[in-house]
């Protein structure tokens, strides 16, 4: 866990910080070559409340064992 997120649990109230941490593990990134994915909050961000379409980033895929771009797409574990 990154200092901003240790930051935001310790500061919000439980019930937003649940929810923060729930809703950041709910966005995915995807890498746009092998589609190997993890969290926001695995990855160490947050994104709570937030909407985008097509929203794209760069990462570094430990799949594909390099720098890759990547989709940000919201795919929550009840779907």
Same mark, same amino acid.
């Given at each position: 866990?990154?200092? @901003?997120?240790? %930051? %935001?649990?310790? =500061?919000?109230?439980?019930? *937003? /910080? $649940? ?9 995915? &990134?995807?890498?746009? #070559?092998?589609?190997?994915? !993890?969290?926001? *909050? $695995? =990855?160490?961000? &947050? !994104? *709570?409340?937030? /909407?985008? =379409?097509?929203?794209? #980033? !760069? @990462? %570094?895929?430990?799949?594909?064992? #390099?720098? !890759?771009? /990547?989709? =940000? $797409?919201?795919?929550? /574990?009840?779907?």
């Amino acid at each position: 866990m990154t200092a @901003i997120q240790k %930051f %935001f649990l310790k =500061v919000l109230p439980q019930k *937003w /910080a $649940e929810d923060m941490r729930k809703e950041s593990e709910g966005w995915k &990134i995807l890498c746009d #070559t092998c589609g190997h994915s !993890r969290s926001v *909050w $695995e =990855v160490g961000g &947050i !994104r *709570w409340k937030a /909407a985008s =379409v097509g929203k794209k #980033t !760069r @990462i %570094f895929c430990k799949q594909c064992n #390099t720098m !890759r771009s /990547a989709a =940000v $797409e919201y795919l929550p /574990a009840d779907k």
